[in-house]
């Protein structure tokens, strides 16, 4: 199993602020993922990196932006917060392809 | 184009009862399949995957999956439900586009099980 972090797991937050999720992998995994998640509902994916330095949009458009610096760490942005930014955040890691994709606990965010 | 279904919002079963999520499947090639589960205010823990092998997948908590290629399903089983697998499921296969390089997942869109004691 891979141990995946996410802070803060719940941030309320006022429109037009900037927040930044984070997510920490200690496997080293290569691929690291952030799925965007309404309650109760499926998940879609918002951005995708298979290395330091490489990320990707996903399938669902957000306004969100990621960075990959170090293997371990993918946070995820919010320039300007808007209450449709209103959500679970889950990240998550997987090492080759063809293997386990892992989660971490997920982030609530609300936006008032 | 490729897809998950879980054609069941939600399923309800008697603690004890055997139990059943539906999951059927629509991809390029051999399929990777997962199932996951999702506790309230939780992420999500892997439960089981088929990869190859044995049609008949055991995983996590006495949960077991089958693999069907004729009928592109791979349903979650388990022979006596408890209250405490009461939880949302969901069901995925990787993604083979790029030839499952990108090892994405494509999700199903999850359902609530329901064990009433």
């Known amino acids: 199993e891979a141990d995946i972090y996410q802070t803060p797991r719940y941030l309320v937050i006022g429109t037009g602020k900037k927040i930044t999720l984070e997510c920490s992998q200690t496997m080293g995994h290569d691929k690291m993922y952030w799925y965007q998640q309404d309650p109760g509902m499926e998940l879609h994916l918002i951005h995708y990196?298979?290395?330091?330095?490489?990320?990707e949009k996903g399938d669902l458009s957000s306004e969100s932006t990621v960075s990959r610096i170090r293997t371990e760490h993918f946070p995820l942005t919010l320039e300007s917060a808007r209450p449709s930014h209103t959500s679970q955040y889950l990240c998550?890691?997987?090492?080759?392809?063809?293997?386990?994709?892992?989660f971490g606990e997920g982030s609530w965010l609300t936006v008032v | 184009a490729q897809s998950v279904a879980q054609p069941e919002d939600q399923v309800n079963v008697a603690e004890g009862n055997p139990l059943t999520v539906k999951c059927t499947y629509s991809v390029s090639g051999n399929p990777y399949l997962f199932w996951y589960v999702q506790y309230p205010n939780r992420g999500l823990q892997f439960l089981l995957k088929?990869?190859?092998?044995?049609?008949l997948v055991k995983g996590s908590y006495g949960f077991e999956a089958e693999f069907n290629k004729s009928q592109t399903s791979f349903h979650l089983k388990k022979p006596s439900a408890l209250v405490s697998d009461s939880a949302l499921y969901f069901c995925?296969?990787?993604?083979?586009?790029?030839?499952?390089?990108?090892?994405?997942?494509?999700f199903g869109t999850g359902t609530l099980l329901a064990v009433q004691p």
């Open positions: 998550a890691s997987s090492p080759e392809p063809g293997n386990t994709i892992y």
């Open positions: 088929y990869i190859t092998g044995d049609n």
């Open positions: 995925a296969v990787r993604d083979m586009r790029y030839g499952g390089a990108t090892n994405k997942l494509i």
């Open positions: 990196s298979y290395g330091v330095n490489s990320t």
